[in-house]
């Protein structure tokens, strides 16, 4: 990674950080991986503040020198089994030049301290599994499919639309 790359925790009410988050949060939208259509005009304009006001939501942005390159959006769940918090992390995004550079691994390494000073018990995420690059980049830094018994299969992340 390069020297004057660093991770820092989103402050949802700084007008830079809100501007970064939204931008960065725009491009990975914009990207196939992330559905390949823009944030709606709606979306943008209140995504912060809803954050803001969300218990256990954090987000990280990466910057180099001055210019946001990376963002992980998180979220506190809970693990029933475990009787302790846990974190999702809900979106991480890496700006297209930076990518292959650790930016992402530093992303989640941030978020895996935060989550330690926490109290979680794991990081959870969802990953496409056409996204090759992004599973490598899981793996490697030690996150494995979700299975409670081999014989019953890996989970499967599902979705309905409301």
């Known amino acids: 990674m390069h020297d004057h790359v660093s991770v820092r925790v989103v402050d ?6 809100r501007v970064a988050l939204v931008s960065l949060l725009d491009m990975y939208a914009r990207d196939p991986m992330g ?3 823009p944030l709606a005009v709606d979306v943008q304009a209140r995504l ?3 954050l803001a006001g969300l ?5 990280f942005i990466a910057w180099l020198d001055n210019r946001p390159i990376g ?4 979220m506190r769940a809970y693990s029933t089994f475990k009787a302790r918090p846990l974190m999702n992390v809900h979106d991480i995004a890496v700006a297209p030049d930076c990518r292959g550079k650790g930016v ?3 992303l989640l390494a941030a978020l895996e301290q935060h989550a330690l000073q926490s109290g979680c018990c794991k990081l959870t ?4 599994s056409g996204n090759c690059l992004a599973l490598q980049a899981y793996t490697g830094f030690g996150f494995e499919h979700y299975a409670l018994d081999p014989e019953a299969g890996q989970a499967l992340f599902m979705q309905k639309w409301l």
Do not use: F, I, W
Request: hydrophobic content about 40%; proline content about 4%; glycine content about 14%.
């Open 12 to 17: 949802y009410l700084s007008p830079k950080d």
């Open 35 to 37: 559905g390949g259509k």
């Open 48 to 50: 912060c503040d809803d």
């Open 55 to 59: 218990a256990g939501a954090v987000s």
């Open 71 to 74: 963002l992980l959006n998180a």
């Open 104 to 106: 992402g691994r530093a």
């Open 125 to 128: 995420l969802e990953v496409l």
